[in-house]
C-alpha cells in the first residue's frame, strides 16, 4: 500500500503513438525511463494515473464479476434462471485488467480532464521530492518535442568554473549517427541524444489530425497550469523556476527547429500565465490597501482592530511576491523571447507576437512600456503576412481601452508612417484590420492625422475587398458623418434625426463630387451599408432631398440632384439583391446572413415607399434624359404584389402614364431601354401589375406603328420618284424606329409584323439607292431581334418544315445584309453590322445538329471568306495602331471620357468575335491571328485574349497548342519576309525577333502545369518539322535552304514543359531530325541548333563540373521549370521514346509491368500521335498545322 491505495500490477503499454521509451538517467539513483517505470527513491508516493480509452492509451480495465440475482440475472459461470417467456440474456464475460503508471506526456495526451490532475499530481510529488520531479517535468518537455532519444542527467559541480561553458555544445557524431546536445538545467547538465531523422519528423504539437491539435491545446493548458497552481507555493522558492528557465533556454537555442519551436510555445505559454498571475496579485495588493486605507479612516469611529489586523496581514503578504515574479518575468523574457522574436521560422515569431499581446493585455503595469512595445513595432516590417497580422491585432486590442490607448502616443508617432503604408498591403485581411485600427486611433487622439492623410485613408471605401471598405466606410461616419455639436445657447433644442440626415446626405454628396476619387457609387453605398444602415437605407430622406422644391431651404443643385439618384438607385439594387456590386470581393467569413423575415419586411416597405414616389420623381425629372434613366431601374427592385395588397392602384395608373410620356418626349436610346425594360416589369405575367400594364404597352405600340406605317410608304414613294422627305419628317421615322427597336428588345412585337417592314428598308437600300444611316441602323436592329423573336417561338414550340425553311432564308438573307455592311463607311453601322452578325453566328451554330429535320435546319456556321472578312474586321477596327503597348499606360481621365467609350466598344467587339473563337465557330486561324496581338496590345485587350487561351485549353488542349503554335510561325514568317534571313546576335536578343521569343514564353506559361506534357510535345514536334522545312525553291546555299532554321530559339521556350525524365527523348528526337546539310551559324547561345540543344539538356548527361546553360540567356521566367532533376536508379536506360507515351505528367519512375501485360506503346514524337487516339478529345475539324496555308492566314 502506498498513499492508501491498492497495489496493482502493471501492464507495459507504449505511449506517444508507438514512439520509444525516453530514458533519463539520475547519476547514482538508477534510471528511470519517461513513462514512469523504474526503480523509486523510498518514501515517493505512487503515482497511478488513469487513461482513457477514447484515446490513443490503454486505460484500466476493470474487474466485473456478475453474481446470479432473483430477478433473474445469470451467475459468473454463465447459468441460471430467467423469466418465462424472454430469451435468456448473454452471459457477460469476465473481464480482468490492471491500471498502470503514466507519465505527464501520457496525462496530457489522454485529454483536457486529465491534465489539472496531473499538474495537481506533479506539484505534489515535488513537495516531496524535488530533483525527482524535476526531471520528470524535463522528460515531458523534452517528449513533447519529439526527441526519441536518451535523456542523460550529470549532476553540476560549481567547482568546474568555465569547463561548463564547452558543455554547452550541439553536435553531430558520424560514428553513432546520433545528435547530441548538453545544456545546463541547474543542478545537472543535461544530454539530450536523438537520430537525425528527428529533423525531417513531425512532433507532437505539429502533428496531423484532430488528436494531436488537441495535445496541443492541452500542452498550453498544462504550462499555464502548472503556474498557477505554484505561484502560492513552490513558484517563487529559487530552485523550481531557475531549472525551468535553463532547460527552455537551452532548447530555444537549439538549431533543431522540433526543439526550438516546443520550447518557445512552452515559454511562452509560461510568461503568459506568469504575467496573468501577477496581474492578480497586483490587483489583489492594491485592493487590500484601499480597504485598510478605509478602515484606518473608520477607527476613530469605534470600529473593531481585529478586521484591521487581517487587512494589514494581507495586505503584507501581497508586498514581496509580485517583484519575485516580476524577476522570473524578466529573466525568461530575456533569455527566450529575446533571441526568438526574429527567428528565422515564422511559426515561432508568429507564437512571439501573439503572446507578446496577451502579456501587454495582461499585465499591463510592466509590459505596457516602450520597452515591450518595440518589439511590436520592429517586428511590423516582417515578411510574413501572420506576423504583421499579429502584431495589427495586439495594437487594436490596446486601442479598444482608453487606458491603455492614452500611453501608446510616442509609439504611434514612432511607427505611424508604417502602420497608414500597411493599409496597401498585399494581404486583404491585414489591410482591413489595419484600417480598423487607424479608425480606432482617430477616435482617441485629436488631430493626429492631417487632412491629405484622411484622404488618402478615405479612398479606400471604393476597394474591392469588402472588409476594408467597410472599416473605411466606418472612419467617413466617425469624422465626416457625425452628428453635428450642439449650436448656441444651452437652452436650444439639437436638431432632430431627420434633419441630421438630410446634413449628413448632403455632406457625402459633396464627399463623392469633390473627391478626386473613382467614380463607383455603387462601391461607395456598399462600403457604407454596414457602417451608416440609417443614411443609405433612409428612402424617405433621400426622396425628399429629390422632391425639395427649387429655391428651399433644403434644395440641391443639379449635379447634387444626379449624385443622389445614383446612390439611391445603388441602395436600391443592394436591398433587393442583397449582395455587394460585381467585383467585390467578401472576406473569408462571408457575408453576415441576415433574417429572412426581417430582410422580406424591409424590401415590402422600400417596394411600398417607391410605389408611391415613383410617379412624382418621374414627374419631376422627366426633362433630364441623365436623372430619369436610373430612375427607371427602380421597378424592377420592387415588389409589384403591394399594388394589390395594399389598395395602391392608383400609383399604378400614375406610373403608367409617366412612361408613356416618356417615351412620346426622349428619342435617346438609353432612356427608350430603360423605358422598355420598365415596362417589361409591369407586364410581367403572374404579376399585380400585368392587367393594367400589358394593355397600356399594346395601345403604346399600336400608336408607334400607326405613325410609321405611312411615314414609310411616304417615304419610298419619294425614293422611288427621285424626290426626298424633309428633315422633319426623316427625324420623325428615325425616332419611331429607335423607340421600336428598344421595345422589339424586351417585347415580343411579331403581331405587328415589323419584319416586313424593315425587310423592304433593307432590300431597298440594296437596289434603290441609299438611306440614311440611323434609318438602316434601327433597321438592322429590329430586324435582328425580329429574327430571334421567332427562333424563341421555334424552339418553345416547333413549327412546320416550311416554316422552319422560310425562317433559314430569312436568317441567311440577314447574315448576307450584314455581310454587306462590314465595309460600309459608316463606322458606327459597320460596327453594328459586326456585332449582330456575331451574336447571330453563335446562336445559329449551337441550334443542334447539321440534319435535315427540325431545329437542325436553322444550323450555320460561316464560311472561308466570311471568316476572313470578320478576321480583317477585328485588324482594322480593334487592334489600332495608334493603341498599342505605348498607348495602353496612359491614365484617363475625365475629359477623355470619349476615348473611354470607343475603347468599351473596341473591348466588346473583341470579347464578341473570341466568343466565336471559344465555341469552334471560327478555325484556328482565327484565334492565330488574334493571338499576334497578345503583347502589343496587352494593356488594352490582353485580359480577353488571356481567357479566350484559357477556354479554348479547357476545350482542347492539343488545339489550343497547334493554335499557338501557328500564331508564332506566321510571326516568324513575317518576320523573314520583312527583315530577311539576317543572323545579328543582337536582334536576337532585343530585336523584332525578340518580341517573338517573349511572347513564345508567354504562351509556353499558359499550357498550365499539370496537363502541359502531351500539348508540349505536340509543339516540339510540329516545331522541329516547321524549323527544318526546306524552301520550295531550289537554293545553293545552306542558309537560303533552310530559312527556318532560326526557329528552333523561338521553340526553345516551350523546353520548361517537357518533363525532365522525358527531355532526354526529347534530346535523341531533336538529333534524329536534323536533316543533311543544316548549317551552323551564330555563337554560343545565340546559335539556334545548340541554344534549342541546351534547353532539352539535363545535369545529369553533362561532364562534371559543368553547369547547365540557359536556352536564353535573359531567360527568368522558365528558370525554375528546367530546374535538372536526378533519375530513379537502376532506370536510366529504360526511357526510350518507346516508352514515354505511357508515363504521365507528374510520373518520375516507370511503371513495372511484366512483359505479357504490356501494351504497345506509341512514340510521343511519331507522325500520327495526334491522328489516331488523340483525335477522339480534340475537335472534328482538322488541326494539322501543314494543311493550313501561313501566308494565306497571314494575309487574313
Known amino acids: 500500500m502506498r498513499s492508501g491505495r491498492e497495489r496493482v500490477n502493471a501492464v507495459a503499454v507504449c505511449g506517444g503513438g508507438g514512439r520509444d521509451a525516453v530514458l533519463v538517467q539520475e547519476g547514482p539513483s538508477g534510471g528511470r525511463d519517461a513513462r514512469g517505470r523504474g526503480p523509486r527513491r523510498r518514501g515517493r508516493p505512487s503515482c497511478r494515473r488513469l487513461r482513457n480509452q477514447a484515446g490513443q492509451f490503454i486505460s484500466m480495465v476493470t474487474l466485473f464479476e456478475t453474481q446470479g440475482a432473483a430477478s433473474g440475472g445469470l451467475s459468473a459461470s454463465g447459468q441460471g434462471n430467467h423469466r418465462r417467456g424472454r430469451p435468456p440474456r448473454k452471459p457477460r464475460k469476465r473481464r480482468v485488467a490492471v491500471t498502470t503508471e503514466l507519465t505527464l506526456f501520457e496525462m496530457v495526451a489522454l485529454g483536457r480532464s486529465s491534465v489539472q490532475t496531473a499538474v495537481e499530481e506533479w506539484v505534489q510529488s515535488y513537495k516531496e521530492d524535488r530533483e525527482l520531479a524535476l526531471l520528470d517535468l524535463i522528460s515531458f518537455f523534452v517528449q513533447c518535442c519529439g526527441c526519441e532519444g536518451v535523456v542523460t542527467a550529470e549532476l553540476y559541480q560549481s567547482n568546474q568554473g568555465k569547463s561548463v561553458v564547452h558543455k554547452m555544445t550541439e553536435k553531430f557524431d558520424q560514428e553513432t549517427g546520433l545528435y547530441y546536445k548538453k545544456f545546463l538545467a541547474y543542478p545537472w547538465i543535461l544530454t539530450i541524444m536523438w537520430p537525425e531523422k528527428l529533423q525531417n519528423d513531425f512532433y507532437p504539437i505539429v502533428g496531423p489530425g484532430p488528436f494531436w491539435k488537441r495535445f496541443r491545446v492541452n500542452f498550453c493548458e498544462f504550462t499555464e497550469l502548472l503556474v498557477h497552481l505554484t505561484h502560492s507555493s513552490v513558484l517563487c522558492d529559487g530552485h523550481l523556476m531557475d531549472t525551468v528557465i535553463c532547460m527552455l533556454s537551452g532548447l530555444t537555442n537549439s538549431a533543431v527547429y522540433s526543439l526550438r519551436h516546443t520550447s518557445s510555445l512552452a515559454a511562452m505559454k509560461l510568461l503568459t500565465a506568469l504575467a496573468s498571475v501577477n496581474q492578480g496579485i497586483c490587483t489583489g495588493r492594491r485592493t487590500a490597501q484601499r480597504l485598510y486605507e478605509i478602515e484606518s479612516i473608520t477607527k476613530l469611529k469605534g470600529r473593531h482592530k481585529y478586521y484591521m489586523e487581517l487587512l494589514d496581514q494581507r495586505r503584507h503578504q501581497f508586498q514581496n511576491k509580485p517583484m519575485a515574479i516580476d524577476n522570473i518575468i524578466c529573466a ?231 449624385v443622389l439618384i445614383e446612390i439611391l438607385v445603388a441602395a436600391v439594387r443592394q436591398a433587393a439583391e442583397g449582395r455587394p456590386p460585381a467585383g467585390r470581393r467578401l472576406g473569408k467569413k462571408g457575408a453576415r446572413e441576415v433574417d429572412g423575415t426581417r430582410r422580406w419586411r424591409e424590401h415590402a416597405n422600400m417596394s411600398r415607399h417607391f410605389v408611391k414616389v415613383l410617379p412624382q420623381l418621374l414627374s419631376k425629372f422627366a426633362a433630364d434624359k441623365e436623372k430619369v434613366t436610373p430612375l427607371l431601374q427602380i421597378p424592377q427592385y420592387c415588389n409589384l404584389d403591394v399594388y394589390d395588397m395594399d389598395g395602391l392602384g392608383s400609383y399604378l395608373d400614375a406610373a403608367l402614364l409617366e412612361l408613356d410620356c416618356l417615351v412620346q418626349r426622349h428619342s ?149 445584309a450584314c455581310r454587306v455592311y462590314l465595309s460600309h463607311q459608316s463606322k458606327v453601322l459597320s460596327e453594328k453590322a459586326f456585332i449582330l452578325l456575331c451574336d447571330l453566328l453563335l446562336i445559329l451554330s449551337h441550334q443542334g445538329p447539321e440534319e435535315d429535320t427540325g431545329l437542325g435546319l436553322l444550323f450555320f456556321v460561316p464560311d472561308h471568306v466570311l471568316q476572313c472578312k470578320l478576321l480583317t474586321f477585328v485588324r482594322e477596327h480593334v487592334f489600332l495602331e495608334d493603341a498599342g503597348a505605348a498607348g495602353g499606360r496612359r491614365v484617363y481621365r475625365e475629359e477623355d471620357a470619349d476615348e473611354l467609350h470607343e475603347l468599351f466598344h473596341r473591348r466588346n467587339m473583341l470579347a464578341v468575335f473570341c466568343k466565336l473563337i471559344v465555341c469552334n465557330v471560327l478555325e484556328m486561324s482565327a484565334a492565330a491571328a488574334v493571338y499576334q496581338f497578345y503583347l502589343k496590345h496587352y494593356h488594352h485587350f490582353g485580359d480577353i485574349i488571356k481567357e479566350t487561351m484559357t477556354r479554348t485549353r479547357q476545350n482542347d488542349r492539343l488545339r489550343n497548342a497547334l493554335s499557338l503554335l501557328l500564331c508564332l510561325q506566321q510571326l516568324f514568317q513575317k518576320h523573314v519576309d520583312t527583315y530577311g534571313l539576317g543572323s545579328d546576335p543582337i536582334e536576337f536578343i532585343c530585336g523584332p525577333f525578340y518580341s517573338i521569343r517573349l511572347l513564345a514564353r508567354r504562351f509556353a506559361l499558359t499550357l498550365g502545369f499539370d496537363s502541359a506534357r502531351d500539348a508540349a510535345h505536340l509543339i516540339h514536334r510540329r516545331g522541329l518539322a516547321f524549323a527544318f522545312s526546306e524552301s520550295p525553291v531550289p537554293e545553293e546555299e545552306a542558309r537560303q535552304r533552310f530559312p527556318n532554321l532560326s526557329f528552333l530559339l523561338v521553340l526553345a521556350e516551350f523546353s520548361c514543359k517537357i518533363p525532365p525524365a522525358e527531355r532526354a527523348a526529347a534530346l535523341a528526337h531533336f538529333q534524329d531530325s536534323i536533316p543533311e546539310g543544316v548549317p551552323v551559324f551564330g555563337e554560343g547561345d545565340m546559335n539556334p541548333m545548340l541554344a534549342y540543344r541546351k534547353s532539352l539538356m539535363r545535369t545529369d548527361y553533362m561532364a562534371q563540373g559543368e553547369e547547365e546553360p540557359a536556352a536564353n540567356p535573359f531567360d527568368a521566367i522558365c528558370k525554375d521549370s528546367k530546374r535538372p532533376q536526378e533519375l530513379p536508379a537502376g532506370t536510366c536506360s529504360t526511357w526510350t521514346p518507346d516508352t514515354l507515351a505511357s508515363c504521365a505528367a507528374g510520373d518520375r519512375e516507370p511503371r513495372s509491368c511484366s512483359s505479357k501485360e504490356r501494351k504497345p506503346k506509341r512514340d510521343i514524337f511519331d507522325v500520327d500521335f495526334l491522328s489516331s487516339e488523340d483525335s477522339e478529345n480534340s475537335s472534328n475539324e482538322d488541326v494539322d498545322v501543314e494543311g493550313i496555308s501561313v501566308q494565306e492566314g497571314a494575309s487574313d
Open 332 to 562: 525568461l523574457f530575456k533569455r527566450t523571447f529575446v533571441p526568438r522574436y526574429r527567428d528565422v521560422s515564422s511559426d515561432i515569431r508568429v507564437i512571439c507576437m501573439g503572446e507578446l499581446g496577451c502579456w501587454i493585455r495582461l499585465y499591463p503595469d510592466m509590459f505596457l512600456d516602450n520597452n515591450y512595445l518595440k518589439y511590436i513595432g520592429w517586428m511590423l516590417y516582417d515578411k510574413d503576412a501572420n506576423v504583421r497580422m499579429k502584431c495589427i491585432l495586439a495594437l487594436k486590442a490596446l486601442y479598444e481601452k482608453r487606458e491603455s490607448a492614452m500611453k501608446l502616443g510616442l509609439f504611434f508617432h514612432k511607427f505611424k508612417k508604417r502602420i497608414l503604408s500597411m493599409t496597401q498591403d498585399q494581404q486583404p485581411e491585414i489591410t482591413s484590420e489595419c484600417m480598423q485600427l487607424l479608425r480606432l486611433i482617430s477616435e482617441h487622439y485629436v488631430g493626429v492625422f492631417s487632412a491629405m492623410e484622411y484622404v488618402f485613408l478615405f479612398q479606400f471605401v471604393y476597394a474591392a475587398y469588402r472588409p476594408m471598405a467597410t472599416a473605411a466606410g466606418e472612419l467617413i461616419c466617425r469624422r465626416l458623418l457625425a452628428p453635428p455639436p450642439h449650436e448656441g445657447f444651452f437652452g436650444q433644442e439639437p436638431p432632430d434625426e431627420f434633419d441630421r440626415n438630410l446634413q449628413n446626405m448632403k455632406t457625402l454628396i459633396d464627399f463623392y463630387l469633390q473627391g478626386e476619387f473613382h467614380r463607383h457609387v455603387p462601391y461607395l453605398v456598399d462600403g457604407l451599408w454596414e457602417a451608416a444602415p440609417t443614411l443609405v437605407r433612409n428612402w424617405e430622406c433621400m426622396t425628399a432631398l429629390l422632391l425639395e422644391p427649387r429655391g428651399g431651404r433644403q434644395a440641391l443643385t443639379s449635379q447634387q440632384e444626379r
Open 668 to 816: 435617346d436610346v438609353a432612356v427608350l431601354e430603360a423605358c422598355a425594360r420598365a415596362y417589361g416589369t409591369y407586364c410581367d405575367e403572374g404579376g399585380s401589375a400585368h392587367g393594367q400594364a400589358a394593355p397600356a404597352c399594346s395601345r403604346l405600340v399600336d400608336m408607334l406603328v400607326d405613325v410609321l406605317t405611312p411615314l414609310l410608304d411616304v417615304f419610298i414613294q419619294h425614293e422611288k420618284q427621285g424626290l426626298f422627305l424633309g428633315h422633319g419628317e426623316m427625324g420623325r421615322i428615325c425616332s419611331t424606329l429607335r423607340r421600336l427597336a428598344a421595345f422589339y428588345s424586351t417585347h415580343d412585337l411579331s403581331g405587328w409584323n415589323l419584319y416586313e417592314k424593315m425587310d423592304s428598308l433593307l432590300t431597298f437600300r440594296r437596289h434603290q439607292g441609299s438611306l440614311p444611316t440611323e434609318v438602316v441602323h434601327c433597321a438592322l436592329q429590329c430586324t435582328y431581334y425580329a429574327l430571334l423573336w421567332q427562333i424563341v417561338a421555334a424552339t418553345d414550340r416547333l413549327p412546320s418544315q416550311e416554316a422552319l425553311l422560310d425562317l433559314r432564308k430569312r436568317l441567311l438573307k440577314f447574315c448576307l
